[in-house]
């Protein structure tokens, strides 16, 4: 999983294969980067599974060396509104454009085994705030964070999100 010891020092720049994160944690940069979105499931307590963006969302997830991580997640293929306006949508139009998106960021803690997003801004704001935890595996340009008991879509659920290093091509 990479290294990570207490370094006691203030927030500081990239160095070698660590980073110091403001929480005086020190990360792997296996972590740190862009990741690219390659599906995203749900397992329900009965054992099944469904797919709440479909089976091929698109979504990044960052993790910086200062600290703050950033998520966006769409559902691929979604509906264009005919107006040019971000806020001239009908209340139909901007329920299905809230319902087919999830963004949240702020900073992070990363665990070992588990990394705690630390919510400032999200699209569902019930979000900010609070801490949201999420199990890592993490195998060379592949990342697993997995979401155990969290509540989507009126259930408890466990999400699994699998997500690809983003090249820069």
């Known amino acids: 999983m990479g290294d990570l010891r207490r370094s006691g ?94 963004t949240y960021a702020g900073r992070f803690t990363f665990n070992g085994d588990h990394v705690l997003h630390h919510v400032t801004h999200a699209s569902f704001q019930n979000w900010v705030g609070g801490d949201q935890r999420r199990e890592v595996t993490l195998k060379g340009d592949h990342l697993t964070l997995s979401a155990v008991g969290i509540m989507l879509d009126g259930a408890s659920v466990t999400a699994t999100l699998n997500w690809t290093r983003a090249n820069n091509g």
């Open 9 to 102: 020092k203030p927030p500081a720049r990239a160095k070698g294969r660590h980073a110091v994160v403001p929480w005086g944690l020190i990360v792997t940069d296996q972590l740190l980067g862009t990741w690219h979105l390659a599906s995203w499931t749900n397992t329900h307590p009965d054992g099944s599974i469904s797919h709440p963006f479909g089976p091929a969302p698109t979504g990044y997830i960052n993790y910086s060396a200062d600290g703050f991580f950033f998520v966006h997640i769409a559902r691929a293929h979604r509906a264009q509104t005919p107006s040019t306006d971000p806020f001239g949508g009908t209340r139909a139009e901007d329920s299905a454009a809230m319902k087919s998106h999830l």
